[in-house]
């Protein structure tokens, strides 16, 4: 079973430029979460999203963020403009029904953005 | 606010040698706490849980409620256990989002 994934795995770009980051979830996967890990800091939660729906976007920056999956199944997070502090690891997850008790987060390779 | 504290960034032990990588949190109801490790080039995986009380690659975690404490421990080190740690909590909402602790850095020498 092929394993969540991520595209691109490196992005540079500069400053005020935007960038879009993909990712795929397990197929079947209903719950896909967006984290990041900022330089010297902890991974955060970044968002939620049930099938299409945003369920929690509590950890969204500012507005700079998009963060969109259509049809349920991959999902993509824009940036726009890109700022330095942007920086960082971005990870993926997905995982089953919440109601079944499968809560078991699989994550992505992570893409790493680099913003100068 | 919830918190997941990992106080250090670095362990360094040696092969054979018992580890305990700690991990305190915060939290007002009751979690589900988690340890998640990534080995070098390889993505964050669940190590173990605490509700499924198991023992995976010898290491085991108990949840200490009195503590708020769930420390990861084995009692030998193998050198293949060198990796980074992360100590997670889940709130249990409907959301399952992830806190994080800031992570430890297993180093088990040879």
């Known amino acids: 079973e092929a394993g969540v994934t991520q595209f691109p795995s490196h992005s540079v770009i500069e400053k005020g430029q935007t960038v879009t980051l993909r990712c795929d979830p397990i197929s079947g996967h209903d719950n896909l979460y967006w984290y990041r890990r900022v330089m010297g800091k902890e991974i955060k939660f970044l968002l939620h999203?049930?099938?299409?729906?945003?369920?929690?976007e509590s950890g969204m920056p500012n507005n700079r963020f998009l963060a969109e999956r259509t049809g349920g199944t991959y999902s993509t997070l824009k940036v726009q403009p890109a700022e330095l502090e942007d920086s960082g690891v971005y990870f993926c997850?997905?995982?089953?029904?919440?109601?079944?008790?499968?809560?078991?987060?699989?994550f992505g390779p992570g893409t790493r953005l680099t913003v100068t | 606010a919830q918190r997941v504290t990992q106080p250090e960034k670095l362990l360094s032990v040696f092969k054979g040698a018992p580890v305990e990588l700690k991990c305190n949190y915060s939290y007002s109801g009751s979690p589900e706490l988690f340890w998640y490790v990534q080995y070098s080039r390889q993505r964050l995986q669940l190590l173990l849980r605490?509700?499924s009380r198991e023992s995976i690659k010898g290491f085991t975690a108990d949840l200490n409620k009195g503590e708020t404490s769930f420390h990861l421990k084995k009692p030998f080190a193998q050198e293949e256990d060198s990796a980074m740690y992360y100590c997670a909590l889940s709130e249990g909402d409907s959301s399952y989002k992830l806190i994080f602790g800031s992570g430890t850095r297993l180093l088990v020498r040879p």
């Open positions: 999203f049930v099938k299409e729906s945003k369920q929690d």
């Open positions: 997850a997905s995982s089953q029904e919440i109601w079944t008790g499968a809560i078991e987060q699989y």
């Open positions: 605490h509700i």
